[in-house]
């Protein structure tokens, strides 16, 4: 029996599904104890407490300000300045000011190639944070590994990213954990049985969910029966793929794609006359306005699930989610005309972590800065409740699920 409340879901994603994630020279780095803090306990020890240096003072930011992915970049764009003016003002490095460099990799590999070259020559960057997509960011990160600089990828999510090296920090969980977490919330939400198709973008995060949730889903006890993809953006009519979805009578339509390939899906379902029974479900990248905006009404009912939280003012309140959290949101919507989402809470916390690492072991030692990073203590996330890594560079957040609800997006409990 299918059944969705308006409350708040916050889904812990377990350690266990991290367990064979991370490489084997990485653990034995962290069951070393090569951690900024542990190399600090034992100088201190020694009588030899090092005094952290800056001789580095630019971070740097290529994302994508134009082309197809504009407002993702904008977003990270408002999210570097917030974080860095906010840091800034408040004594910056032990006094200097830190410089932050924007710049426009366009989502384009060519292009961030070119940039990740020139920022690795370049003798004043500590390190880089971008860009956006794992398309682009798995081509670009053997780029930055090999010449040295930290990578804080905000949104990358491929399972392989955080393999790629030890200089690279994802603020995203991998798809692996976040989609079977998603998996399990559908499954608690329908029951045993329920049937899911699948439409999925020809993206390497389409492809790569689609393959997750193809044997996650039987696993749990459901039945998939259907798997089809699509061009996100250049696929505006679906109703070849819909006709063939509802001849098959789901319980489930899954939608892995951009929000508006969601918001289509879901209006010509309905103008196809797909039952008010059938639950659409789709990501994070949902949790938008804009979305919203596209299809409205028409998503009643369905379960929208990730690990980016939607930051509308009637979900985000202190009855559910931290005053770090609910604080961030208002300051981003006073000071930018653009409304804040989940990418910006992501990119906020991913600058801030760097900029407080790099203030307490310095800017001049790039393993250094990126072990103090993934062993932060106390950090106060603007993007979950807790953010925190294990088996090195692996994230760890937890996992937001909403429906709509007049017109709405309201918090889902299963």
Excluded at 251 to 270: H, M
Aim: proline share 4%; hydrophobic share 40%.
């Amino acid at each position: 029996m299918k059944r969705i409340v308006a409350l708040l879901l916050t889904c812990s994603l377990l350690l266990t599904a991290l367990a064979g994630c991370g490489d084997s020279e990485k653990k034995e780095t962290a069951a070393a104890g090569g951690t900024a803090a542990s190399a600090e306990n034992n100088a201190e020890t020694n009588g030899e407490a090092e005094t952290p240096t800056y001789g580095k003072t630019k971070l740097a930011a290529p994302i994508p300000l134009t082309g197809p992915n504009s407002q993702y970049g904008i977003a990270y764009r408002n999210a570097l300045e917030m974080a860095v003016k906010e840091f800034n003002e408040n004594g910056g490095l032990n006094g200097t000011e830190v410089v932050l460099e924007v710049l426009d990799d366009q989502s384009d590999v060519t292009q961030a190639t070119n940039l990740a070259n020139q920022l690795i020559d370049d003798p004043d960057v500590f390190a880089v944070v971008g860009t956006f997509g794992s398309s682009v960011g798995m081509a670009v990160a053997p780029t930055y590994q090999e010449g040295g600089m930290p990578l804080i990828a905000p949104n990358i999510s491929h399972q392989d990213f955080p393999t790629l090296g030890d200089l690279l920090v994802p603020i995203s969980p991998t798809a692996v954990i976040e989609i079977n977490g998603v998996a399990d919330v559908l499954y608690k939400c329908t029951g045993e049985g329920t049937k899911m198709a699948i439409l999925y973008a020809t993206t390497d995060l389409g492809v790569n969910v689609n393959n997750i949730l193809s044997e996650k889903w039987p696993e749990l006890g459901g039945e998939l029966v259907y798997s089809n993809s699509f061009v996100s953006g250049e696929t505006k009519d679906f109703s070849a793929l819909l006709t063939e979805v509802i001849a098959l009578d789901p319980d489930i339509i899954y939608v892995s794609g951009e929000y508006y390939d969601v918001a289509s899906v879901i209006l010509q379902a309905r103008q196809l006359g797909v039952s008010e029974d059938v639950i659409f479900s789709g990501p994070g990248q949902c949790f938008t306005q804009e979305f919203i905006d596209l299809c409205g009404a028409e998503a009643r009912n369905g379960v929208f699930c990730g690990t980016l939280p939607a930051y509308f003012e009637d979900v985000i309140t202190t009855e559910h989610y931290s005053d770090t959290m609910v604080n961030f949101m208002n300051d981003y919507n006073e000071t930018y005309p653009e409304t804040c989402n989940g990418f910006a809470g992501n990119c906020y916390d991913g600058i801030m972590l760097t900029l407080l690492a790099a203030k307490k072991v310095g800017t001049d030692d790039a393993h250094k800065l990126v072990e103090a990073i993934l062993s932060y203590e106390d950090y106060e996330s603007v993007s979950t409740s807790h953010l925190y890594f294990t088996d090195y560079n692996y994230a760890n957040k937890e996992l937001c699920a909403y429906t709509v609800k007049d017109g709405k997006f309201a918090v889902v409990e299963y």
